[in-house]
């Protein structure tokens, strides 16, 4: 068709009617005067229009698909580190929860016992042929060597090195660790040893051994131990719990008498630890322990006892033929 004023005519007319037409439609609403002829339209050409956009739509999908990648991409790593970080959180706050109750218990068993401490965090194990913990305190926060090491359930060990910022602390298991002790109730002092690699080698679960100085006295199982003290409160201050009698040695005729301790601490599991930067002024003896169990519960007389000869209305007659037993043994008994 070519150029002419005659089409533009037309074409400008057909604009102004199209126009015209989608603003009656429009403002007509569900009431349009031109709702018949709207209705015709989509008949007819409502298939081609769902044919072609069958057609072009997977492939403006995958041009939608390539433009945006990029993008989405970053906001899936975006996610990722979102998610990471919030798991990070819960599980520094679970940490700080565990150890805040930790803290809390350790300053109640310090308060019993009166002792001044510094808290400490256990940050590495010693990895060579000594039972060793390194603390994140040092000299910077007052410790010394031959201080005691304690948790909130009772003996650690005692410091040997001290680092600015750091220290070592050699533990109760190791085998050349030897602290004085006493047993609760009975007063009796010994020697409590260690057993080497945190009980995990040999004993197992009882990786302390107990000397008792006079082999007449008494000991049973259950029976506590505590720290006796040492000369100028150094290493070991009194009245820290140690353990609990687990074993005792048959006595041969020695002069000790050895039984083996299960620990009231658990080494492979050392987290909030406390060292002793002053004694208490008196020794608090057994009031560090924690209390007794309650005793298990005595079983009632049974009421179905086997009933006497009396209650079952006097001894059976002897079958005939029957020996009374004699008080007697025969030569072959």
Do not use: C, H, W
């Amino acid at each position: 068709m070519k150029d002419t004023r005659r089409t533009r005519v037309i074409l400008g007319a057909l604009l102004v009617v199209a126009l015209t037409m989608i603003t009656v439609d429009y403002r007509g609403g569900a009431d349009s005067p031109l709702r018949g002829l709207r209705g015709l339209g989509a008949t007819v050409f409502g298939p081609v229009e769902r044919a072609s956009a069958s057609v072009v739509r997977p492939v403006s999908d995958t041009f939608d698909a390539i433009t945006d990648a990029p993008g989405e991409r970053r906001r899936a790593d975006r996610l990722e580190r979102q998610n990471q970080k919030l798991r990070e959180q819960l599980r520094s706050t679970r940490l700080d929860q565990d150890r805040s109750a930790q803290l809390q218990r350790l300053l109640g068993t310090a308060g019993m016992g009166g002792y001044k401490i510094r808290a400490a965090q256990v940050i590495s194990a010693g990895q060579g042929f000594e039972d060793t913990v390194t603390i994140d305190v040092g000299s910077r926060n007052g410790i010394k060597p031959d201080m005691t090491v304690m948790s909130a359930d009772g003996l650690v060990g005692r410091v040997t090195r001290v680092g600015p910022a750091t220290s070592t602390v050699l533990l109760a298991t190791d085998q050349t660790s030897s602290i004085g002790s006493r047993l609760e109730d009975s007063k009796e002092i010994g020697i409590t040893q260690g057993r080497g690699r945190r009980g995990l080698g040999r004993g197992g679960v009882t990786p302390l051994r107990f000397q008792l100085l006079d082999a007449a006295a008494p000991i049973r199982v259950g029976q506590r131990i505590v720290t006796l003290g040492s000369q100028g409160q150094r290493p070991y201050v009194p009245g820290v719990p140690i353990g609990v009698v687990e074993r005792i040695e048959k006595a041969t005729g020695g002069l000790t008498r050895t039984a083996y301790v299960r620990p009231f601490v658990r080494f492979t599991s050392l987290d909030v630890v406390a060292v002793v930067v002053a004694p208490p002024k008196t020794d608090p003896r057994d009031a560090v322990l924690p209390p007794k169990p309650p005793p298990p519960p005595t079983p009632s007389a049974s009421a179905s006892a086997s009933p006497s000869p009396s209650a079952s209305g006097g001894p059976r007659a002897r079958p005939s033929g029957t020996r009374s037993p004699s008080t007697n043994p025969s030569p072959g008994d």
